[in-house]
């Protein structure tokens, strides 16, 4: 495990005996295709967990299961296989208990003009989150608790900001005003979907470096979803790489991205546009890829589901699924790290828990938007 | 405006020395101003642009979204739609090697359409957007090679559009398909195909990956490269992603509120940004292979179009405006390896805003601390690749 020393400044969070805050073991998540009779396997054994003072991202291409990871976090979805603990115990669904967990699990949409109301001004939004989750009561409590918040998010001074109303603010502006209202109930894991990917690139950095802060200041647990792997790199601590369903690749972030073992990874790193690269650098990249194709999650496979693009792809992998294999803290789902002699294979882990539910997850109609809103 | 006759006259010499001798203009635009009539006012979006597309080589074009990207590269083959004008300059374009130019800001929309697809093709964002949904694949290739080369037969315009969509990865029995029946990475694809349907010299391409995931449009920007290579197409390429235009192009132009504002060769870029709005896109990117360090953006919101400052349109973000930023708007001057807007580049002195000291940006919005990049951390060894 790499310790980071540079201006990134990540401490990597000591966690090995601790129990994470959020987690979830083994997790399936089967949908049903809109309007099909066919099974879309969004997510197909997956394992995550969230940790206090800790950004964790969770980096793949479109399809590759992140928001549905997000939603049975913030309890959209209920897993169809594996459990879902908050504190180790496995997460109570139904009214009360889910208001509860609100308070501390927070998600952040990746479209600050969808997520808040156009037609209320940052008073009324912010100041809406404080009473219902009985932050603040009272006009001037929870002025003074609006300003702290904006205070926050960087939005100085906040008495410019509190009459505006959505709509005469940038989109970065915006987005701070989402992340405010989330950490309106003091939650202790913020869940953020893409919180960047509507934002222009110069603002950007802004939001990250703002969840790099909260993490530092209030302890919270972050799960940064991207497929922006150079910003999963800037800003976690850990990186979980998902293909198809699966988590083929976690570990230290640093250590993954320089040192990438699952095909995958290789390829998504070395598709990624990077600067130094520029063209007369030598250094130029020339990479063949001749499928970029996402794979079908209609069917179940045998083998390795990356290998009908994987360049180094062995007979066997068309037919057996590879376990993951383990080297520190950082492991592999790969038939390549068989050899390799740093790592070590897995014996498949214990089926954790599994939730009972049903054979498909909860329709996305009934609950459709996990925010404050939602838990009137 | 003295600066744009000392672009102009300059012109000729501006290349640097180490380019090719072979390096024969395509594109040259001269006082570019495109304007959008609206019921707030005259937006105008692209204001005074100058620059020289050469033949076989691609310009990048980057800059925050409403910066006027799209408008700049719709205008450059006059494919602008109202309200939209070119209310001032000329686009002179060399189609043959030797022979006159002919200025497109001066033709009739039914002059134009002699040099659309034969010779300036757009390949847009959204794919879908652009082909015909009720009509094959095959088809759409066809009407426009017969439309536009009435020598070529439909046999033969057929046999081309297999080859263009081979050419792209997209097997030529796909020719039957709908456009609905190709993902989007194929549609993106088909569509960068048809665009080179006549074997036009200039092909525009605005923001075509920015819907696609990383390792699809690597995949097309490959391709791209690898086309671009045997037919000898020139591109001008828009995207608000920097890190992708350093990898491509020969020559970046970044806009700001509707003007260039600093022009040079990726390696210019990369290495000694000249700009402080560039220096800040520069520093808005995180590194993929380089040392991780902490990064501020830029904080500030783009400027109203309708209400610009009066002098530098980046001041209200600038972290190294002098008074003088406020008050007086700064030319485009030309400079080694490149031309640049900035009251603190001259040309004698044309680096002066890589060391100047930053100030607190005035607004502070976002602002988690301005780091400046100096010259010298610029310039820090490229790591190896080592991208398998
Ligand atoms: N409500 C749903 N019904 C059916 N399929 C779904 C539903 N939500 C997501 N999917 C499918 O699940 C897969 C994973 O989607 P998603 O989690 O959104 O991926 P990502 O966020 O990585 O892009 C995709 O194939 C998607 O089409
Ligand atoms: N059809 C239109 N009518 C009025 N204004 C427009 C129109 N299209 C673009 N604009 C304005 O022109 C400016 C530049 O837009 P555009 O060229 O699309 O920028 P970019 O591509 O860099 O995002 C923006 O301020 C935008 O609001
Ligand atoms: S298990 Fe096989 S197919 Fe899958 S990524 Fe590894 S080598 Fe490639
Ligand atoms: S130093 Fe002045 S002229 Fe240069 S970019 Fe900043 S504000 Fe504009
Ligand atoms: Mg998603
Ligand atoms: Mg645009």
């Known amino acids: 495990m790499t310790t980071r020393t540079d201006a990134g400044q990540k401490p990597i969070a000591d966690h090995v005996d601790r129990t994470p805050i959020l987690e979830v073991r083994d997790l399936e998540v089967h949908l049903r295709a809109p309007g099909g009779r066919r099974t879309v396997r969004a997510v197909d054994g997956a394992s995550l967990a969230l940790h206090a003072g800790e950004i964790t991202a969770l980096v793949g291409e479109s399809g590759s299961g992140k928001t549905t990871i997000a939603r049975v976090l913030s309890l959209v979805y209920k897993p169809t296989g594996g459990s879902l603990l908050y504190d180790g115990k496995p997460v109570k669904y139904g009214h009360r208990a889910e208001r509860a967990y609100y308070s501390n699990v927070q998600l ?103 969840l790099d802060r909260l993490r530092r200041e209030h302890q919270l647990a972050v799960l940064y979803i991207t497929h922006d792997i150079a910003s ?118 214990s089926t954790a828990t599994h939730s009972g539910a049903g054979d498909e997850a909860t329709p996305p109609s009934q609950k459709e938007h996990v925010s404050h809103d939602s838990t009137e | ?53 050469h033949r076989g080589e691609i310009l990048g074009i980057a800059g925050e979204s409403a910066s006027g990207k799209s408008t700049l590269l719709a205008a450059l083959g006059r494919l602008q739609r109202p309200p939209a004008v070119t209310s001032a300059g000329s686009v002179l374009l060399h189609h043959e090697i030797g022979s006159a130019a002919v200025d497109l800001a001066q033709l009739s929309e039914n002059e ?81 195909a048809l665009s080179l349907a006549c074997e036009p010299q200039l092909v525009l391409m605005d923001e075509p990956t920015t819907a696609v995931d990383v390792v699809m449009q690597r995949q097309i920007l490959t391709q791209i490269l690898r086309l671009q290579e045997r037919l ?74 309708l209400n610009l400052p009066r002098g530098c349109a980046f001041a209200p973000r600038c972290p190294k405006r002098i008074a003088r930023c406020d008050t007086e708007l700064p ?20 680096n002066g805003a890589i060391g100047a000291t930053a100030h607190t940006p005035q607004e502070q919005e976002g602002s988690d601390g301005y780091e400046v990049m100096a010259a010298e951390e610029l310039a820090h060894d490229v790591k190896e690749g080592d991208a398998a």
């Open chain 2, 112 to 192: 134009l359409a002699a040099y659309r697809w034969v010779d300036i093709s757009i390949v847009m964002q959204s794919a879908m957007a652009c082909l015909n949904p009720v009509m094959r694949l095959g088809s759409q290739f066809t009407d426009v090679i017969r439309e536009h080369m009435p020598a070529v037969g439909k046999g033969e315009a057929r046999e081309r559009a297999a080859e263009l969509l081979q050419m792209v990865g997209i097997p030529s029995h796909r020719l039957d398909a709908y456009p609905h029946e190709l993902s989007g990475g194929m549609q993106q694809r088909a569509l960068i």
């Open chain 1, 108 to 210: 952040i949409f990746q479209d600050p003009f969808a997520s808040l109301n156009a037609l209320k001004k940052v008073s009324y939004i912010l100041g809406r989150a404080l009473r219902i989750h009985r932050i603040a009561s009272g006009p001037r409590a929870v002025r003074a608790k609006v300003l702290e918040l904006l205070g926050l998010v960087n939005l100085t001074p906040g008495e410019s900001f509190v009459d505006r109303y959505p709509t005469d603010m940038s989109g970065g502006q915006r987005q701070r005003i989402a992340i405010a209202r989330s950490l309106a109930m003091n939650p202790r894991v913020l869940l953020a979907d893409e919180p960047t990917s509507m934002l222009d690139a110069s603002i950007r950095i802004g939001v990250l470096n703002l």
């Open chain 2, 232 to 305: 000898g197409f020139a591109i001008a390429f828009v995207t608000h992603d920097l890190s992708l235009l350093l990898e491509i192009s020969d020559q970046i132009a970044i806009m700001y509120g509707g003007k260039i504002v600093e022009i040079g060769t990726a390696e210019q870029l990369y290495r000694a940004p000249r700009h402080p709005y560039t220096q800040g896109l520069r520093q808005a990117f995180p590194p993929l292979s380089e040392p991780v360090r902490r990064l501020s953006g830029i904080p500030g919101s783009p400027p109203d179009l």
């Open chain 1, 232 to 349: 999963a790199r800037y800003l976690a601590d850990r990186v979980n790489v998902m293909f198809g369903g699966k988590i083929v690749e976690y570990g230290d972030a640093e250590d993954v991205i320089a040192n990438p073992k699952h095909p995958y990874t290789r390829q998504l790193i070395s598709a990624a546009p990077d600067p130094a690269r520029y063209k007369g650098s030598g250094h130029e990249i020339i990479t063949d890829i001749s499928d970029a194709s996402p794979i079908d999650n209609t069917v179940e496979y045998m083998g390795c589901r990356f290998a009908a693009r994987c360049p180094v792809a062995l007979p066997k992998c068309t037919t057996q699924q590879p376990p993951y294999f383990v080297s520190g803290t950082r492991a592999t789902a790969c038939w390549r790290a068989e050899d390799d002699p740093s790592f070590s294979e897995t014996t498949p882990q």
């Open chain 2, 331 to 350: 030319p485009l001057l030309e400079v080694p390896g490149g031309k640049v807007a900035c009251h603190l580049s001259t040309p004698e002195n044309p």
């Open chain 2, 1 to 53: 405006m003295t600066t744009m006759t000392e672009a102009e006259s300059t012109e000729s010499r501006s290349e640097t020395p180490h380019e090719a001798p072979t390096r024969r203009p395509l594109l040259e635009v001269r006082g570019l101003c495109v304007d959008y009539i609206t019921e707030r006012g005259n937006v105008r979006a692209c204001d005074d642009i100058t620059l020289t597309l």
